[in-house]
């Protein structure tokens, strides 16, 4: 086979694995064996452009010399400026790519992996349908939230016939829970003719957002209908009727979708309310007709009522004062989110040893086995949402240790060296950038902003929880060391050197033997720095 041969059978191994790179990175979340693959492919990749960097490196070499009337033109045969031991160098590292490359276009037989050229949402992974009920007796630290809402509800004083209202928050947080409660309220039985809960597919179009609303409202399947004759009895359904529409779960920011469905709503009578669950902001300013309700962590006192439910049974804490300091310690990681002390909780019910309590106190909450309803899996659906390109800037957040403060526009100066900020015509990079921290904010997997006067946000951080979800999708591209550090691994690309003072601490000497780490940011007492090397 000739080189020209070989390029293209090189060429199209390489298209072929883009090809199916997003829907690789959707089945990681699900498969080791499919993330061992994807992490060999980026490996792939990056050295990939470790040569292309070597060539241009090269050519800017050999100009700058040209340039140079004093170059003397005899050289040590053997040094790297000789051009025909470059070449032969080039040429070695450029095979052993193909024949890499070859590998593991052979090894993707092993999954069944969609090729996807656009980069397009996939609904394959949704939660579970809600329902409206809810036991009020299990719910904890989420009783003054609910009086707010009820009264926002019950107020006289919306000038519109319907409102709607936004709950917005982190997944797992507990805004379903939240919502179910004002639901079921006395008060709001009472005040509404009608109350109607719908859980929102990812994807829908408003002839099947429709079609839902009637059969939770009547328990009819008007699926035979078309459009018009769905809008028809939708509104006769409701016309005069002081109702309650709930609308769990919604992820689509179309707001022309919105809109139509607004539309139709407004036959009913003066007070009806639309109740919006959601993780976005930007559904929540779409959909609310007032601010939305932001909904706040639960208290450590809060959370470790809902630990000891779930992780003992009645009474049985007592006995066992052990395991309940280290459950202290446990739902001190879970930083107020109710749904990951419950997961954390759960795997201790059947177990009393004290290792095994050990072993999830010392443990990230990504290193330990989860079902598909517990935390990272849920906070990992807000993830799977994103496109590429946000995606990439989200797991990049993982080189920074947890509770550290992220200046916003380093990260973004950042993110824009990394070359994962896409460019656009008339449009500056930063300026893009800027666009997709306030989506990644909006989104919830910032918290904690720190503003200038301006509201110019300075600082933000991640919480423990996201943290955990960006190191998850990072895998080994990404890590910090201090000087304690022993070893990283051989596909680490970006490392974070985070020490808060070096006097007296040796500089870890396994840092100046990599060859294959693209960039080490320093954390000491002086701002984050960039070393170049």
């Given at each position: 086979m000739g080189h020209g041969e070989r390029a293209q059978q090189a060429g199209n191994h390489f298209i072929s694995n883009q090809a199916v790179l997003l829907d690789a990175d959707e089945q990681a979340a699900r498969s080791q064996q499919v993330k061992d693959w994807l992490e060999k492919l980026h490996e792939l990749l990056y050295d990939a452009e470790d040569v292309l960097d070597d060539f241009a490196t090269e050519a800017l070499r050999q100009e700058m010399s040209s340039r140079d009337k004093k170059h003397k033109m005899v050289g040590k045969f053997f040094s790297r400026s000789n051009t025909i031991v470059f070449r032969v160098s080039m040429t070695q590292k450029i095979k052993k790519l193909r024949e890499r490359m070859e590998n593991i276009a052979a090894d993707r037989k092993n999954f069944s992996f969609t090729e996807r050229f656009l980069d397009v949402k996939v609904t394959n992974r949704m939660r579970e349908q809600t329902h409206s009920f809810v036991l009020a007796s299990d719910v904890v630290g989420r009783d003054l939230d609910k009086e707010h809402i009820v009264s926002l509800l019950l107020a006289s004083n919306m000038l519109r016939n319907i409102s709607m209202l936004s709950i917005v928050g982190l997944g797992g947080l507990g805004k379903t829970t939240l919502a179910k409660l004002v639901y079921n309220d006395q008060r709001i039985v009472e005040n509404f003719e009608k109350r109607i809960w719908v859980y929102i597919p990812e994807e829908f179009d408003l002839k099947m957002l429709t079609e839902r609303i009637i059969r939770a409202a009547t328990g009819a399947d008007n699926a035979h209908l078309d459009l018009d004759q769905l809008q028809i009895r939708l509104r006769d359904e409701l016309m005069s009727k002081k109702f309650l529409?709930?609308?769990?779960?919604?992820?689509?920011?179309?707001?022309?979708?919105?809109?139509?469905?607004?539309?139709?709503?407004?036959?009913?009578?003066?007070?009806?309310?639309?109740?919006?669950?959601?993780?976005?902001?930007?559904?929540?300013?779409?959909?609310?007709?007032?601010?939305?309700?932001?909904?706040?962590?639960?208290?450590?006192?809060?959370?470790?009522?809902?630990?000891?439910?779930?992780?003992?049974?009645?009474?049985?804490?007592?006995?066992?004062?052990?395991?309940?300091?280290?459950?202290?310690a446990i739902v001190n990681k879970c930083g107020g989110i109710p749904l990951a002390v419950r997961t954390l909780g759960s795997l201790l019910c059947t177990k009393t040893e004290e290792r095994d309590c050990l072993y999830i106190k010392d443990n990230d909450i990504l290193n330990i086995s989860q079902k598909e309803n517990d935390i990272l899996p849920i906070l990992r659906l807000s993830y799977d949402q994103m496109r590429t390109s946000l995606k990439q800037c989200f797991s990049y957040c993982s080189i920074f240790p947890k509770d550290y403060h992220i200046p916003r526009e380093e990260l973004i100066n950042l993110w824009i060296a990394q070359g994962f900020v896409q460019s656009e015509e008339s449009r500056l990079l930063e300026e893009i950038g800027n666009e997709y921290f306030n989506e990644l904010l909006s989104r919830s997997f910032f918290q904690d902003v720190d503003e200038a006067f301006n509201c110019e946000v300075l600082t933000c951080r991640m919480h423990d929880l996201v943290h955990d979800l960006a190191r998850s999708v990072a895998g080994t591209l990404f890590s910090y060391v201090n000087c304690d550090t022993k070893s990283i691994s051989k596909r680490v690309r970006h490392l974070l050197f985070c020490e808060e003072n070096l006097r007296d601490k040796e500089f870890p000497g396994l840092l100046l033997i990599r060859k294959k780490v693209n960039q080490i940011l320093k954390r000491c007492l002086n701002p984050l720095v960039t070393w170049h090397i």
């Open positions: 529409l709930v609308l769990d779960d919604v992820w689509n920011e179309d707001p022309k979708r919105w809109l139509d469905l607004r539309d139709l709503l407004t036959c009913g009578a003066e007070g009806s309310r639309v109740v919006v669950t959601t993780r976005s902001k930007v559904v929540a300013s779409i959909m609310g007709t007032s601010a939305p309700y932001e909904l706040e962590c639960l208290s450590n006192d809060e959370c470790m009522s809902i630990f000891v439910r779930c992780a003992f049974k009645e009474g049985q804490e007592n006995a066992n004062p052990e395991l309940l300091e280290i459950g202290k």
